[in-house]
């Protein structure tokens, strides 16, 4: 399969159909936590529309080769960020993809691990999913038979540096905003 190139607005869109399948759901939860860096983005949008405290915990695994997209070890951030005293019981974990399935499938014991507070139960929810993914989400908007490498709009922020920005053209506009 191509690649896949996702503009802005379809970023967004699928952020809105994402938060639109949670809730048809009819599954009440009190948590959300994102991936960051991927995750951020939808956590954030997320947590505005659901009125939810966010959660953030840093992962990495895309470290090497070219345009980083090589998988090595994963790496967890010693903290998990919040602003609430305790986290909720009732957990939405949050990413834009999954891939191998690895950071999703890792990242759940890593929760029940860390919390001082006691889980009820945690679901996860991607844009996108892969069927080549060991773990299966519970909610996606996208199911990607093949593996793409997916091509996100911020992407070319990756190749970019702040001598670049000289001026609001170098940025080259948000056309579909």
């Not at 305790?86 to 691990?113: A, H, Y």
């Amino acid at each position: 399969m191509p690649d896949l190139y996702v503009s802005w607005s379809d970023y967004y869109q699928k952020i809105e159909q994402l938060a639109a399948q949670i809730y048809q759901s009819g599954w009440e939860f009190n948590q959300i936590i994102c991936l960051a860096r991927g995750g951020l983005r939808v956590g954030d949008i997320l947590s505005r529309i659901y009125k939810q405290s966010l959660a953030i915990l840093a992962t990495s695994s895309y470290s090497s080769g070219p345009g980083k997209q090589e998988r090595g070890q994963l790496i967890f951030s010693r903290h998990l960020t919040m602003t609430s005293e305790n986290l909720g019981s009732r957990i939405l974990l949050v990413d834009d993809l999954v891939d191998s399935g690895i950071t999703l499938q890792q990242t759940i014991p890593w929760i029940k691990e860390y919390s001082d507070s006691p889980i009820e139960e945690i679901r996860t929810a991607v844009i996108w999913y892969k069927a080549c993914s060991v773990i299966k989400p519970d909610y996606y908007v996208d199911y990607l038979p093949d593996n793409p490498w997916i091509h996100q709009p911020f992407e070319r922020y990756e190749s970019m540096n702040p001598a670049e920005l000289g001026g609001a053209s170098a940025l080259g506009g948000f056309p579909d905003l």
